[in-house]
Structures are given as structure tokens and as C-alpha cells.
């Protein structure tokens, strides 16, 4: 019921209709969509009719349906608004991935300079190992 047209739609008449306005909508649609006028594949639409009617002429089925529909319509647009509220991933990632890099460059700057300072107190043994495996 909520991915399709209301049922308003369906019969093409206002929200604030009177009871006769739904009635003559109703007898307009069923007779452009009866399956012996319209042809065999109207089935469905002739059913989407008599559904809107059979709720639209009721009224208890009418303000159940209307309050449902106010309801349907404030959880849209507080869905729109809290995804329009929250961030793009992409938006919020950004600042990290700069704090993740800057402190990648920084790490490895301190370790080179801390390699480079600490190869002469090594013994002899030590830095021709460590010159080895840089060299892989």
C-alpha cells in the first residue's frame, strides 16, 4: 500500500472529498477500468479501485487511513531530514585519513632519523647485517 499510488490517486479525488465525490469518482473509474470494457489485463486496476473505494467509503476505514497517511508522511520527511543531517562518509573520513597519513610520514620519519643516528654506536657486526637487509 505504500509503494503504489494512494487511494485517493487511484480514484483521483481530493483528500477532503465529499462522500458523493468519492462515489461518483468510484462509478467513473470502475467503468474505465471494468475488465469487460477495458479488456483482460484491467484486473488489477479494477481490483486497486475497489480497495480505494471499499476504504474511501467507509468512514471509520477513512480517518484510520488518513491518520496513516499523516503518519507515513511525517516518518518521510524525518527520514529525509536525519539523512540530510548526517554526514557523507566520504566528508567525515577525510579529516582521519589526513591524521592517519601525517602520522604515518611523521613515524617514519623519526624511525629513519633514529636508524640513521643509531648506526655508528653499532658494533661493526650489527650494521653490515642491518645494510644487508636494507638492501633486499
Known amino acids: 500500500m505504500s509503494n503504489g499510488p494512494t487511494h485517493y490517486e487511484v480514484l483521483r479525488i481530493a ?10 469518482a468510484y462509478r467513473r473509474a470502475a467503468q474505465q477500468h471494468h475488465p469487460d470494457r477495458a479488456g483482460p489485463g484491467s484486473q488489477e486496476a ?18 484510520s487511513y488518513d491518520q496513516w497517511m499523516l503518519a507515513r508522511d511525517a516518518r518521510r520527511r524525518a527520514d529525509a531530514a ?26 617514519l620519519v ?7 643516528a643509531g648506526l655508528p654506536s653499532l658494533p661493526s657486526g650489527a650494521r653490515t647485517t642491518l645494510q644487508a637487509g636494507a638492501g633486499r
Open 15 to 24: 483528500r477532503d472529498a465529499s462522500a458523493q465525490d468519492v462515489r461518483l
Open 46 to 63: 479494477m481490483a486497486r479501485v475497489n480497495e480505494a473505494y471499499a476504504v474511501l467509503s467507509h468512514p471509520q476505514r477513512r480517518a
Open 82 to 107: 536525519a539523512a540530510a543531517a548526517q554526514p557523507n562518509r566520504f566528508e567525515e573520513g577525510k579529516a582521519w585519513g589526513l591524521v592517519a597519513a601525517t602520522a604515518a610520514v611523521a613515524l
Open 110 to 116: 623519526v624511525g629513519t632519523v633514529l636508524l640513521k
